[in-house]
């Protein structure tokens, strides 16, 4: 490992990422007709976003053309805490309990590129989460970080799946990490299996059919037969708690950014059903789940009431 690629990854380690991989930037053929295909069949649902910059999803270089390594960086959030802990039957996706992940990882990683660029003069770069066009779990997996799981998931050996993904894309060659290239899923079907609303197959998500995206990112009424939410009213971690990767290697968050809020582990069921707008603003201020809005967050409450 050259003295620059080693400065790199150790300075992630020491800003509290907790895995970092360096890919090349090559061209991601598969991977992109992956997409492409996934995006014909209409599988993304209503996220006409995907649609339009799909082709700077499928080469990295239409989004930065300049780009010669990706930094793919990884975050554990498991908060060692299960829906259970919680005060109410009415459940959050685990990653929404905290702080707005976005804004947590945007932060560390334009650290992270400030101290690249003022270190190195000839290095200029960008910093992404999963807002940008870019296939995070392509470049994760390429960068040797894990491998993606059947329900389509990153999953790391040390961590499980409970992981956010950030990429640092630089101007420079580095020394970069051989891909993952284990399938460690084996046999097991378990994510396929619990999925209460059959959206997952092998190893392709159907989003129009996940509870997650209609808890989140669909507006209106939900569709004919598809309003049964099991409980959840942002997000679903079904997929993800019966996975046998994170029932045995699930770590708890060295970020205390990511633990249950006190005002959402603490709500009542009838707390939650008579929440205001104004509450909501208060509540979830600085959280992932001002996507869903207060009508979105009302209109999953009552369709799972009475649970």
Same mark, same amino acid.
């Given at each position: %490992? @050259?003295?620059?690629?080693?400065?790199?990854?150790?300075?992630?380690?020491?800003?509290?990422?907790?895995?970092?991989?360096?890919?090349?930037?090559?061209?991601?053929?598969?991977?992109?007709?992956?997409?492409?295909? $996934?995006?014909?069949?209409? *599988?993304?649902?209503? %996220?006409? $976003? %995907?649609?339009?910059?799909?082709?700077?999803?499928?080469?990295?270089?239409?989004?930065?053309?300049?780009?010669?390594?990706?930094?793919?960086?990884?975050?554990?959030?498991?908060?060692?805490?299960?829906?259970?802990? %919680?005060?109410?039957?009415?459940?959050?996706?685990?990653?929404?309990?905290?702080?707005?992940? *976005?804004?947590?990882?945007?932060?560390?990683? *334009?650290?992270?590129?400030?101290?690249?660029? @003022?270190?190195?003069?000839?290095?200029?770069?960008?910093?992404?989460?999963?807002?940008?066009?870019?296939?995070?779990?392509?470049?994760?997996?390429?960068?040797?970080?894990?491998?993606?799981?059947?329900?389509?998931?990153?999953?790391?050996?040390?961590?499980?799946? $409970?992981?956010?993904?950030?990429?640092?894309?630089?101007?420079?060659?580095?020394?970069?990490?051989?891909?993952?290239?284990?399938?460690?899923?084996?046999?097991?079907?378990?994510?396929?299996?619990?999925?209460?609303? &059959? !959206?997952?197959?092998?190893?392709?998500?159907?989003?129009?059919?996940?509870?997650?995206?209609?808890?989140?990112?669909?507006?209106?009424?939900?569709?004919?037969? &598809?309003?049964?939410?099991?409980?959840?009213?942002?997000?679903?971690?079904?997929? &993800?708690?019966?996975?046998?990767?994170?029932?045995?290697?699930?770590?708890?968050?060295?970020?205390?950014?990511?633990?249950?809020?006190?005002?959402?582990?603490?709500?009542?069921?009838?707390?939650?059903? @008579?929440?205001?707008?104004?509450?909501?603003?208060?509540?979830?201020?600085?959280? !992932?789940?001002?996507?869903?809005?207060?009508?979105?967050?009302?209109?999953?409450?009552? !369709?799972?009431?009475?649970?």
């Amino acid at each position: %490992m @050259n003295s620059l690629t080693e400065k790199i990854k150790n300075k992630a380690l020491i800003l509290g990422f907790d895995l970092v991989g360096i890919a090349s930037v090559d061209l991601t053929e598969n991977a992109k007709n992956y997409l492409y295909d $996934w995006l014909e069949i209409g *599988h993304h649902a209503s %996220m006409k $976003w %995907m649609e339009k910059r799909k082709e700077e999803r499928g080469n990295i270089l239409k989004y930065y053309p300049d780009a010669k390594s990706v930094i793919s960086l990884g975050v554990n959030y498991y908060a060692n805490e299960n829906q259970s802990d %919680m005060n109410s039957k009415y459940q959050f996706s685990n990653y929404a309990w905290g702080e707005d992940y *976005h804004l947590v990882l945007k932060e560390r990683l *334009h650290i992270f590129l400030n101290w690249i660029t @003022n270190n190195f003069s000839d290095i200029k770069g960008i910093a992404c989460v999963d807002t940008s066009p870019v296939m995070e779990k392509v470049w994760a997996q390429r960068a040797g970080l894990g491998w993606q799981g059947k329900h389509t998931n990153l999953i790391n050996r040390n961590f499980g799946s $409970w992981v956010f993904l950030g990429e640092i894309i630089i101007n420079s060659k580095l020394d970069y990490d051989q891909p993952f290239s284990e399938d460690l899923c084996g046999t097991c079907t378990s994510c396929i299996d619990a999925c209460p609303t &059959q !959206a997952i197959a092998p190893y392709k998500l159907e989003s129009e059919k996940c509870i997650s995206y209609l808890t989140i990112e669909h507006r209106g009424s939900f569709p004919i037969n &598809q309003d049964e939410l099991h409980g959840w009213i942002y997000g679903c971690d079904i997929c &993800q708690e019966v996975c046998p990767w994170n029932e045995k290697f699930s770590k708890e968050t060295s970020f205390k950014e990511f633990h249950p809020r006190k005002n959402i582990k603490e709500k009542s069921d009838v707390e939650w059903e @008579n929440l205001s707008e104004s509450e909501f603003k208060t509540t979830f201020k600085k959280s !992932a789940v001002k996507r869903t809005k207060f009508v979105g967050l009302k209109r999953n409450i009552e !369709a799972n009431s009475p649970l």
